[in-house]
């Protein structure tokens, strides 16, 4: 069965600086899907990033971007000069053919002033 | 930008009683899933619903769970005997195609007495 493992239930980074969040995965699929999800505290989630697996060049969106290492099973998320509304928490989730998102247990993100 | 709703935002129901809760998808999205995240946990897949049909289910979603499209609009979830352990965060997604990414809407909080 696969699995996403997020190993840092908490981080804090200081306004404007660069802070990456860890994960990994567990699958036999060579074709999937992975995301990374923001729940801010209105619990809303929201999709930051998401990444092909059969592409080699990692998603990037505006300060948010991946490191997707296939071989590894490793997708991080890095966010670049991070603001106070990146506060949330960040979920990095699996897809593979089926419909069922799969989550990992999430990173606390706190962005000290 | 359109969005995913769900009404209520809240929904306080004592044990035994059926609750429905609802969610208007985005026009164009032909594929419709429900999640859960009981507090402090994971988010959990529910099932998903394509055609009129329930495509994929997970183990959560026993009988006492139900999917419609009763107007083109609306999708609900029913519970129809809710018990303590149902009290969560259910939340509503989206997807035109299927594989592509799903939207998920703000959440509706039910809490069970």
């Known amino acids: 069965a696969q699995t996403v493992t997020q190993s840092q239930p908490e981080m804090s980074v200081q306004e404007a600086e660069t802070v990456t969040l860890s994960c990994t995965y567990d699958t036999s699929e060579s074709d999937y899907y992975l995301f990374w999800y923001k729940q801010p505290p209105s619990r809303q989630m929201i999709l930051v990033i998401r990444q092909e697996a059969y592409k080699q060049q990692n998603a990037t969106e505006n300060r948010f971007s991946v490191n997707f290492q296939k071989a590894a099973k490793s997708f991080s998320l890095k966010i670049s000069d991070s603001q106070l509304g990146d506060a949330a928490m960040y979920f990095c989730?699996?897809?593979?053919?089926?419909?069922?998102?799969?989550f990992g247990k999430g990173t606390r993100l706190h962005i000290l002033p | 930008e359109p969005e995913v709703t769900q009404t209520p935002s809240h929904q306080v129901t004592q044990m035994g009683q059926e609750v429905i809760l609802r969610c208007v998808p985005i026009?164009?999205?032909?594929?419709f899933y429900w999640y859960r995240q009981i507090l402090g946990q994971k988010v959990e897949f529910l099932v998903s619903f394509y055609n009129n049909e329930i495509s994929e289910k997970s183990e959560i979603f026993d009988d006492q769970f139900s999917v419609e499209r009763p107007d083109g609009s609306n999708f609900t979830l029913k519970i129809r005997s809710t018990k303590l352990e149902d009290s969560a965060m259910y939340f509503c997604?989206?997807?035109?195609?299927?594989?592509?990414?799903?939207?998920f809407g703000p959440g509706t909080r039910l809490t069970v007495l």
């Open positions: 026009s164009n999205h032909l594929y």
């Open positions: 997604a989206g997807s035109g195609g299927s594989t592509d990414t799903q939207y």
């Open positions: 989730a699996y897809r593979s053919y089926l419909f069922e998102i799969i």
